[in-house]
C-alpha cells in the first residue's frame, strides 16, 4: 500500500513539475506581455481563435430540399431519420405550402421553417405537393433549383394503406364508412380514380406532370 501511494505521490510531484515549466517557457515566449499590436506573436495567437460569427448566426431560411411524396410511403419516417443529422433541421409539420396554403405568402411560408445557419440544411416535409398539379408550376417560380426527395411505395399497399387510414378517420368522425371494394369501385366494376386512395397511387400520371419543370436529377 505505501509503495503504491509513493508512486501516485511521485506522478503528481512530476505532473505540477511540467505544468510549472510549461507555463514558464510559455511566459518567455510572449516576454511576460498581455495581448497587444506591437506583440507580434500574442495578436498571430489572437487571430487564429477568431470565432467567425456569421457562420453561427441563426434564422429562419427557405427549404434546400423539400419531400414531396408519396403519401403512406414512409414519409414521416424519412424526415425524422434526416432530421437526426446534426446539419439538418426540418419544418415540424407538414407546411403545405404550395398546395393549401398558397394565398398566404412567403412571409407565412418562411415562418413555419426552423431556425438554421448558413452551414445547416433546411428541408420540409408536403405529400400533398406530388399530386397538387399547380405545385410544379408554383415551386419552379419559387426557386428552381431546390432539390426534392420522392419516396414511393408498393401501389396497391400504399392504396390500402391510404383506405384504412380514411377508415379510421370517417370512424373517429362518426361518419359512414364502406368496404374496400365499394370505395375503389364504380357500380360496373371501374376503378374510382379521384378518390385521393387510388389517385396518389398513380405515380407516372404525377411524375411526368413535375418533369415538364424540373430535370430527373433534382
Not at 511566459?27 to 507580434?40: A, F, K, L, M, R
Not at 421553417?113 to 419552379?140: A, D, G, H, Q
Request: charged share 20%; hydrophobic share 35%; glycine share 2%.
Amino acid at each position: 500500500m505505501t509503495a503504491t501511494r509513493n508512486k501516485i505521490l511521485q506522478h503528481v510531484f512530476w505532473t505540477i513539475v511540467v505544468a510549472t515549466v510549461c507555463c514558464c517557457i510559455f511566459y518567455i515566449w510572449t516576454n511576460g506581455s498581455t495581448p497587444s499590436p506591437e506583440n507580434p506573436k500574442i495578436a498571430s495567437v489572437s487571430t487564429t481563435i477568431h470565432v467567425n460569427t456569421s457562420l453561427s448566426h441563426k434564422e429562419k431560411r427557405f427549404p434546400n430540399a423539400m419531400i414531396i411524396g408519396s403519401a403512406k410511403s414512409g414519409t414521416r419516417a424519412l424526415l425524422e431519420m434526416l432530421g437526426s443529422h446534426p446539419m439538418i433541421k426540418c419544418a415540424s409539420k407538414e407546411v403545405n405550402y404550395f398546395s393549401f396554403h398558397f394565398n398566404k405568402g412567403l412571409k407565412w411560408y418562411i415562418n413555419q421553417m426552423p431556425e438554421t445557419t448558413k452551414n445547416e440544411l433546411t428541408i420540409e416535409k408536403s405529400p400533398r405537393y406530388f399530386v397538387t398539379s399547380l405545385s410544379p408550376e408554383r415551386i419552379y417560380n419559387f426557386d428552381r433549383n431546390v432539390q426534392f426527395i420522392l419516396i414511393v411505395r408498393n401501389p396497391i399497399n400504399r392504396t390500402v394503406s391510404h383506405y384504412v387510414e380514411w377508415m379510421s378517420r370517417m370512424t373517429k368522425n362518426e361518419k359512414q364508412v364502406c368496404s374496400f371494394d365499394d370505395r375503389i369501385l364504380h357500380p360496373n366494376d371501374t376503378i374510382v380514380s379521384t378518390i385521393d386512395e387510388i389517385n396518389v397511387s398513380m405515380y407516372d400520371v404525377h411524375y411526368q406532370r413535375w418533369l415538364k419543370w424540373f430535370d430527373k436529377k433534382q
